[in-house]
């Protein structure tokens, strides 16, 4: 029963790669996925997601797997404060702790409220977001901060330092990450 819930959210994530070049030239889509069974985790900010409409098919996907996903929060108060940490939460779709269990990438979908402010911060594995719904002002070391939406994708480097606000009210991505440091956790700060 919930595996095909998550098959779905899979499936939707696939029609993006499948529709965005630039994911597509990021990294092979996983050939070796299995289905492993996680635990519901719920953050607060589910209900936020839940009540978010758009019509974005991973946007609903997500929707119907947001009270049984696996969620995660890879900060702690004292780093991000409490009401960060009521309006933000990930899902490690695939990889080595995923709901599908892989060691070629990671896939996450990852949620930030209205007004969120996603302080910088760095990590090894070289990364890229697709917008799936919502908008935020991506900025990185290097690069001219800019606002996307659904379908704009934004790479950042190994440890290359990038920040994320939400200006006009949340959103949803689908994240990827790619070689070395890909187990690791991002780092709060620039260097
Ligand atoms: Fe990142």
Redesign the pocket.
Known sequence: MSQAIFENVLAASKAVYDHTPLLQSFGMWPQNMTFQSKPATPVPAVRQIKAWHDPHPLHIATQEAAAIANWKQTYTEEEVGFGFLQDYGYIELFGPDGHFYTTEMRGYIAYWGRGLYYPW?H?EAE?IYCVVSGSGMFEAHGTEPKMLGSGACQF?ASNQP?ALTMKDGPILAL?LWRGKGMADL?LMGTA
């Open positions: 911060h990590h990364e950042h990038h994240v991002p």
